[in-house]
Nanobody, 125 residues
């Protein structure tokens, strides 16, 4: 699966951004797609995953401010981020697994085979 992220940028604290991930090359009708992020000096962490049937799995710390959606006609995954904080500053990556590595889509890095190049999000105080 080929993945291309877009939509990153620089915002002030409290601002919003919407990231997009255009996907192509699914090899199965079943798949998982997800957003991860990696802040400077920290390990990559899962944000949210979405299955091909629309089931979502959010990291507990991301619930409330981040909302995932997908446009199946465009094969595009979106991440709406509201109320951004400086600690949300990170490189945000889109990831996919087709077919899924597990019966339920997770936000475990090892469950995803394909990754985008990332898009930078910077939130200033």
């Amino acid at each position: 699966v080929q993945l291309v992220e877009s939509g990153g940028g620089s915002v002030h604290s409290g601002g919003s951004l919407r990231l997009a991930c255009a996907a192509s090359g699914y090899t199965s009708r079943r798949y998982c797609v997800a957003w991860f992020r990696q802040a400077p000096g920290k390990e990559r962490e899962g944000v949210v995953s979405v299955s091909s049937d629309g089931t979502t799995t959010y990291a507990d710390s991301m619930k409330g401010r981040f909302t995932v959606s997908q446009d199946n006609a465009k094969n595009t995954l979106y991440l709406q981020m509201d109320g951004l904080k400086p600690e949300d500053t990170a490189m945000y990556y889109c990831a996919a697994s087709s077919p899924p590595a597990a019966p339920i889509c997770t936000i475990i890095e090892a469950d995803f085979n394909d990754w985008g190049q990332g898009t930078q999000v910077t939130v200033s105080a």
